[in-house]
């Protein structure tokens, strides 16, 4: 993770552009990449990504710095909202939950197992309300209460994705035999 110091964060409240460009360069594949778990079209996350830093340089005041590790923080988070506004234009995230959802385990050695870019991948092919709440909830570290607030759902439609998305991520792994290192063959 970035960090930035104190003083480099007050140029960017003076609007010091070489420090604006600065920051942009060094954390723009980390904030595409942000994006991208939860935009799945290249330009669409480009969008997200572009507005979100002028959100955070026209608001950088806001910037609550608690450490070298605050920008970055609070900058994915501001990348995160920049999705769900997005997502939200486009998408009903309201899901008639079902009722008492078995748990989905998927075993932890097979975890181990995956390569991270293999998961990556499998998480952008999931639905996108699956995909969205499943990157909250495990990447993000949101708590059930908090995605139903941002997206406007009930907790139990969150868990009930997550579990929905868990296991579809079960059955692609499976169908993939991730587990075993042998990708789609």
Request: aromatic content about 10%; overall charge positive.
């Amino acid at each position: 993770m970035k960090q930035y110091p104190r003083e480099f964060i007050r140029k960017l409240e003076h609007g010091d552009k070489v420090s604006q460009k600065q920051l942009f360069e060094q954390l723009y594949a980390s904030m595409f990449r942000v994006c991208q778990r939860y935009i799945v079209k290249t330009d669409e996350a480009e969008d997200c990504v572009m507005k979100g830093f002028m959100n955070a340089f026209q608001h950088i005041g806001q910037l609550n710095y608690q450490g070298e590790e605050s920008l970055f923080k609070w900058l994915r988070k501001i990348m995160v909202n920049e999705c769900l506004t997005e997502l939200r234009k486009k998408h009903n995230f309201y899901m008639i939950p079902e009722e008492q959802l078995p748990e989905v385990l998927i075993e932890a050695d097979v975890w181990n197992k995956i390569e991270v870019e293999d998961l990556n991948n499998l998480v952008l092919r999931l639905p996108t309300g699956y995909r969205t709440v499943f990157s909250l909830f495990v990447v993000e570290g949101y708590a059930h209460k908090e995605i139903a607030t941002m997206l406007g759902i009930t907790e139990s439609t969150s868990k009930s994705q997550l579990l929905k998305a868990k296991s579809k991520l079960k059955i692609m792994i499976t169908q993939n035999q991730l587990a075993y290192g042998t990708i789609g063959k």
